[in-house]
Antibody, heavy 119, light 108 residues
């Protein structure tokens, strides 16, 4: 069965860095676009970034552009999010989710990992 | 960028019908997907491409989309349907997905 398992969240000070990982299993990872989607405490869903199946196409939300970097390793069935210059407003649960391509629905989501940015 | 507006809350009695709207400029020309999120859990896809249901989603869940409003309809509401619901579209002008503001469904 399809599984997406995020890791790497935690408490970090403003200005600090964190790297999130998402381990995929149960499907052909290299066939799917992957996204990071976050949810601040008590708030709605906010798309953060996506990467195409080959890694050749990448997009970021304006709120994280220049600070976050998405990448993937298809040989390791893994998705990553390098987060630099973290701010308090980046505090959220970060989910990885898969989609067949850019305009298709997110049919599977991981359970999420919590990132807290606080001094 | 493209904006999707949902009512913050909808209340419905068990056995009745809940309708959750998602408003956006000419949303009828886009494909709308709907997600259910229960407290402490990840979102789950319940409707895709306006009205299709993934396997395992009850027939009580249905969707429609026309003009400036898409609608998720939950028939014969059960206590287990209590959750937050989000609509989502692809914004072709910015080439990224957009989520609605979310609607909390309360079963009375």
């Amino acid at each position: 069965q399809v599984q997406l398992v995020e890791s790497g969240g935690g408490l970090v000070k403003p200005g600090g860095s964190l790297r999130l990982s998402c381990a995929a299993s149960g499907f052909t990872f290299s066939d799917y676009y992957m996204s990071w989607i976050r949810q601040a405490p008590g708030k709605g869903l906010e798309w953060v970034s996506y990467i195409s199946s080959s890694g050749s196409t990448i997009y970021y939300a304006d709120s994280v552009k220049g600070r976050f970097t998405i990448s993937r390793d298809n040989a390791k069935n893994s998705l990553y999010l390098q987060m630099n210059s973290l701010r308090a407003e980046d505090t959220a649960v970060y989910y990885c989710a898969r989609a067949k391509s850019g305009g298709t629905p997110f049919d599977y989501w991981g359970q999420g990992t919590l990132v807290t940015v606080s001094s | 960028s493209y904006v999707l507006t949902q009512p913050p809350s909808v209340s419905v009695a068990p056995g009745k019908t809940a309708r959750i709207t998602c408003g956006g400029n000419n949303i009828g020309s886009k494909s709308v997907h709907w997600y259910q999120q229960k407290p402490g859990q990840a979102p789950v896809l319940v409707i895709y491409y306006d009205s299709d249901r993934p396997s395992g989603i009850p027939e009580r869940f249905s969707g429609s989309n026309s003009g400036n409003t898409a609608t998720l309809t939950i028939s014969r509401v059960e206590a287990g349907d209590e959750a937050d619901y989000y609509c989502q579209v692809w914004d072709s002008s910015s080439d990224h997905p957009v989520f609605g503001t979310g609607t909390k469904v309360t079963v009375l």
